[in-house]
């Protein structure tokens, strides 16, 4: 299978940590089970090109039933790295203007090519296509596993209204 990557893995440099799980939280609200990013290695606001990794513990929440004897990470939580790695560069370089939350506005294209199990790293790669201030942000992304193409598809995001969901 061919697909043009969105970047070459060999442009980056897994030794140099742009964002550890604390940097990552200064932008993302996601804690404890619902953390899906390790670090960031990668981040080229010119390019709008971001990159990190999950490491895939025998801890995760889903091991224990999803499969039980074969644990499989579910595809959804793929979904959620991609995700959260796409709404840390957009609260990082600020896409959504004062946008306190990225919220999931929606999925499309997405295709699973090959299992993720304990003890992978699973390496996302984004990049924003679309960006209206203060609306929407589009970003494509491919995860991988030991440089193989494992899932890839494009990602919606959207600003929640954080004050209305909340009550303040």
Not at 70 to 87: N, W
């Amino acid at each position: 299978m061919t697909k043009e990557l969105l970047l070459e893995l060999s442009e980056i440099d897994f030794g140099h940590v742009v964002a550890d799980l604390d940097e990552i939280r200064r932008y993302n609200p996601q804690r404890y089970e619902m953390e899906q990013l390790t670090a960031i290695v990668f981040d080229d606001y010119d390019r709008k090109i971001c990159a990190g990794y999950k490491d895939i513990t025998d801890d995760e929440f889903w091991v224990r039933g999803h499969m039980p004897g074969m644990p499989l990470m579910p595809g959804v939580l793929i979904c959620e790295s991609a995700a959260q790695m796409c709404s840390y560069f957009a609260h990082k370089h600020r896409l959504l203007g004062d946008c306190k939350v990225v919220g999931f506005g929606g999925l499309e294209d997405v295709h699973f090519r090959d299992p993720v199990r304990v003890g992978d790293r699973l390496v996302i790669v984004c990049k924003m296509v679309r960006v209206r201030l203060g609306a929407i942000i589009v970003c494509q992304f491919q995860a991988f596993v030991r440089g193989s193409l494992v899932a890839d598809g494009k990602i919606k995001g959207i600003p929640l209204p954080v004050d209305a969901l909340t009550g303040e």
